[in-house]
């Protein structure tokens, strides 16, 4: 029964991938902790906390979920849902401070980006301990003495994840172009739906075979900025003003024109064009967003004030660092990989690391860590005006 | 999911057309609790509208809020007002109170705080409110509240589903009607001055007072 419903929630959940779906805040147990147990924290995200605790079987600890807002942990934590204040707030709150005698909490190593590990120790005295990026490591993380693998460090986009995106994508268009097709042309509603779950599928399937010719540094973000989740290229609206010209030039020799029919065919042009321009390299763990700007940004290393700490290793997830070495500071052999998630700048505590933005702006680790990364790439407007401001 | 964008510069704006206007009315008749030279601290402020209230009364009030873009237009409306020498903005959440010294207010006020609160936030926040406060010094509350009566739960259910999907929209926040506010106020060992609710019975004005020696 408790298979089942496991199952059955990740199917659901995963079907509203797109949408915030929170669980309860607090304090779980899991097993029979004593005053020793480690203590694990995430957010709280549904799925997330289930796939947690069900990673953390046979583990005798305690979880808190904090709060936010039923975003996931890279997510929220990216954008300003998973702050310092959720994290702070759990860790006060609950009473686990009179149930531990240490304080030690092992954070999902996502939240890096939005959560300041000097902060919580100086506001809470509670150490954070960076914990794999994902929760089926965590077995063997705790097996390893806490100890993180460079492997349990790194994001990767394996065949179920990009199922789970295809899926996360074609439902919720399904559910909109029904709706409207019942309406307008129930006749093509199922080979409709049949394209626009296939469409995704193949798309996510097939990602390995076309990586290599993604370009996450094309120039221009344009009026894909404001398309929210559409990154359109110029390629895709290419081919759709020549469909619509082949279906005006086809309907006038053939003598067939009418406005439904143009409108019918429009439509579902249209449709497959949305779906083609969704914001790909956005939904994979590897690459920025095709819609944020900051995708232009670079890291740049202030080797003057690197003492080689090797923060920036631990939450770096895609192993971009190398920390020691012969002149004993970070170096960054994998910069290419970059997916400027900032999260190496936020930890720092020597305020080593900067971004610096296509045109020579620099995002120093002050404004990184006030603003977070959202849709409207305020990161990059606050850097512009960062000067007038009074708090 | 990539939906991140938080919404302080339209909460004003939303919270306003979802209650009404009432909230306006609201906030005035507990900041007329308020005296001048009293020193107050707001919990939750957003973009300052007891904070603000306060401040043109003549009290020293401190708002503290986790939003910092909220206090960034809080500060700007201090500003407008002319109030910036009694007020002071703080980015802090409820958790953070333990920095606040003992007996140090003589007013604690909250505008549609608790309602974002979990409910582990809203017992440790009234403690440590109950601490904070001088003996004799006042709480005040103005938030969302959970109708006693199944009638009016039913119909404030049946409404709050379009209201909390424009709100969520708009602001980007859910909140909770809070449960047994003034039970719990009691229980952290306030005595309830007056309690005044809505006719829907969902919005509560609340006054405490924590009690002298």
């Known amino acids: 029964m408790n298979r089942f419903n496991y199952v059955a929630v990740n199917i659901i959940e995963t079907l509203l991938r797109v949408i915030p779906i929170p669980c309860k805040v607090g304090m779980l147990t899991i097993g029979r902790p004593d005053r020793g147990s480690p203590v694990f924290l995430t957010c709280n995200y549904h799925l997330t906390v289930r796939r947690v605790k069900r990673a953390l079987k046979g583990i005798d600890c305690y979880l808190l979920v904090a709060n936010s807002n039923g975003h996931n ?153 404001y398309t929210v989740v559409f990154d359109f290229g110029r390629t ?82 895609r192993n971009c660092y190398e920390v020691g070495g012969s002149r004993h500071i970070a170096t960054m052999p994998g910069a290419e990989k970059c997916v400027q998630c900032g999260a190496c700048i936020v930890q720092c505590p020597f305020d080593a690391l900067y971004f610096i933005g296509p045109d020579g702006e620099i995002l120093p680790p002050a404004t990184v860590r006030r603003f977070k990364l959202n849709l409207l790439g305020k990161r990059l407007k606050a850097a512009e005006k960062n000067a007038g401001l009074s708090l | 999911m990539k939906v ?13 057309i979802l209650t009404f206007g009432r909230l306006d009315k609201s906030y005035d008749r507990l900041a007329s609790h308020i005296k001048s030279g009293h020193k107050a601290l707001d919990i939750g402020c957003g973009t300052g509208a007891l904070t603000l209230r306060a401040a043109q009364k003549g009290a020293n009030v401190k708002g503290i809020d986790v939003n910092l873009r909220m206090l960034e237009i809080a500060q700007k409306r201090a500003h407008e007002m002319h109030v910036t020498q009694n007020v002071e903005f703080c980015e802090m959440g409820v958790a953070e109170l333990d920095a606040e010294e003992s007996e140090n207010y003589d007013i604690v006020m909250s505008g549609l705080c608790f309602s974002e609160l979990t409910g582990y936030e809203v017992i440790y926040t009234l403690n440590e409110i109950k601490r904070i406060l001088k003996p004799g010094g006042i709480l005040l509350i103005a938030d969302e509240v959970r109708p006693g009566r199944l ?17 969520y929209i708009l602001t980007q926040t859910v909140t909770h009607a809070v449960e047994n506010l003034p039970e719990m106020t009691e229980k952290a060992g306030f005595l309830i001055e007056s309690v005044r609710l809505n006719r829907m019975g969902n919005f509560i004005e609340l006054i405490g007072t924590k009690p002298g020696e």
């Open chain 1, 73 to 225: 942990v890279w997510c929220g934590a990216t954008g300003g849902h998973f702050t310092n204040h959720d994290v702070i707030s759990v860790l006060r709150t609950t009473g686990i401070e009179r149930l531990v005698d240490h304080r030690k909490v092992i954070l999902p190593q996502l939240a890096a980006t939005g959560i300041e590990a000097e902060h919580i120790r100086k506001r809470t005295g509670w150490k954070v301990i960076w914990g794999p990026v994902y929760a089926k490591d965590i077995q063997a993380f705790v097996e390893n003495t806490f100890q993180k693998t460079v492997k349990m460090r790194g994001v990767t986009f394996p065949l179920a994840s990009r199922i789970e995106m295809a899926i996360m994508w074609a439902f919720p268009f399904s559910i909109i172009a029904s709706l409207i097709t019942i309406c307008v042309w129930p006749e093509v509603l199922l080979p409709l739906n049949g394209f626009i779950w296939a469409l995704p599928f193949l798309i996510f399937v097939f990602f390995p075979l076309y990586v290599r010719r993604l370009n996450p540094k094309k120039k221009g973000v344009g009026f894909s900025r």
């Open chain 1, 236 to 317: 895709p609206l290419i081919l759709w003003g020549l469909s619509m010209s082949f279906l005006l030039g086809f309907s006038a020799i053939t003598n067939s024109f009418t406005w439904p029919l143009i409108l019918r065919w429009g439509f579902i042009f249209l449709v497959i064009i949305l779906i083609v321009s969704l914001d790909l390299m956005g939904s994979t763990p590897i690459y920025k967003s095709g819609l944020h700007g900051d995708r232009f940004l670079k890291i740049v290393l202030d080797e003057r004030k690197c003492r080689a700490a090797g923060f920036c290793e631990q939450v770096c997830p």
């Open chain 2, 4 to 16: 991140l964008e938080s919404a302080p510069d339209r909460y004003d704006a939303g919270i306003r």
């Open chain 2, 151 to 167: 009638s009016k739960r039913m119909f404030n259910r049946l409404i709050w589903l379009p209201l909390g999907i424009i709100t």
